[in-house]
């Protein structure tokens, strides 16, 4: 699962600013018997705007010409918030699935906007593919953070605030001397 394919642009970016995002569960299954084989449960708020990607408007020959529908990219939702329920066709222990949700509720005391950011920099250290790293390695995100957030001129003091806002969520831990650890 790369995308999946949503509803309307505009609803789904008002939702994410509104903070009325529902839960997705997104369900994948083996053509041939049927058989499930992932389940994910994305929470409602782990969507940053970033991963949604608007699609080009239908033709203008369309019954409903000029609508604008969206996808949902799901590389750009940071693993921790793609909870597993079902992987490879086996479930997932339920008392796991509540620890991994509750591991992540805390985002959802932000408000939407600064969760997007502390979302995108959750996923670009993420996409580092190492648990420690240091603050000159975060700051190799800087390019593609501002391709996400142009309006931000000061990108290097987002990523340091960041990174302070998941170390008090308890998803990444300060180890002194600008080393970082995800946990």
């Given at each position: 699962?790369?995308?999946?394919?949503?509803?309307?642009?505009?609803?789904?970016?008002?939702?994410i600013l509104e903070n009325r995002t529902p839960?997705?569960?997104?369900?994948?299954?083996?053509?041939?018997?049927?058989?499930?084989?992932?389940?994910?449960?994305?929470?409602?708020?782990?969507?940053?705007?970033?991963?949604?990607?608007?699609?080009?408007?239908?033709?203008?020959?369309?019954?409903?010409?000029?609508?604008?529908?969206?996808?949902?990219?799901?590389?750009?939702?940071?693993?921790?918030?793609r909870i597993a329920i079902v992987r490879a066709?086996?479930?997932?222990?339920?008392?796991?699935?509540r620890r991994e949700y509750a591991r992540l509720?805390?985002?959802?005391?932000?408000?939407?906007?600064?969760?997007?950011?502390?979302?995108?920099?959750?996923?670009?250290?993420?996409?580092?593919?190492?648990?420690?790293?240091?603050?000159?390695?975060?700051?190799?995100?800087?390019?593609?953070?501002?391709?996400?957030?142009?309006?931000?001129?000061?990108?290097?003091?987002?990523?340091?605030?960041?990174?302070?806002?998941?170390?008090?969520?308890?998803?990444?831990?300060?180890?002194?001397?600008?080393?970082?650890?995800?946990?």
């Amino acid at each position: 699962m790369g995308r999946i394919v949503d509803a309307a642009y505009s609803t789904m970016i008002r939702a994410i600013l509104e903070n009325r995002t529902p839960n997705l569960f997104a369900l994948s299954y083996n053509m041939d018997d049927w058989k499930v084989t992932d389940v994910l449960l994305i929470p409602h708020f782990a969507f940053p705007i970033s991963a949604i990607e608007k699609r080009k408007p239908l033709s203008p020959t369309a019954r409903r010409a000029g609508w604008v529908g969206c996808n949902i990219l799901l590389h750009a939702i940071p693993p921790d918030a793609r909870i597993a329920i079902v992987r490879a066709g086996k479930p997932t222990p339920p008392a796991e699935v509540r620890r991994e949700y509750a591991r992540l509720k805390p985002l959802a005391q932000l408000e939407p906007k600064q969760r997007g950011w502390t979302l995108d920099v959750l996923n670009g250290v993420r996409s580092l593919g190492k648990k420690d790293f240091n603050i000159a390695e975060a700051y190799t995100l800087e390019a593609h953070l501002s391709r996400l957030h142009p309006a931000n001129h000061n990108v290097q003091p987002k990523i340091r605030q960041q990174l302070q806002v998941l170390r008090d969520l308890g998803l990444v831990e300060f180890c002194g001397s600008g080393n970082y650890r995800l946990r």
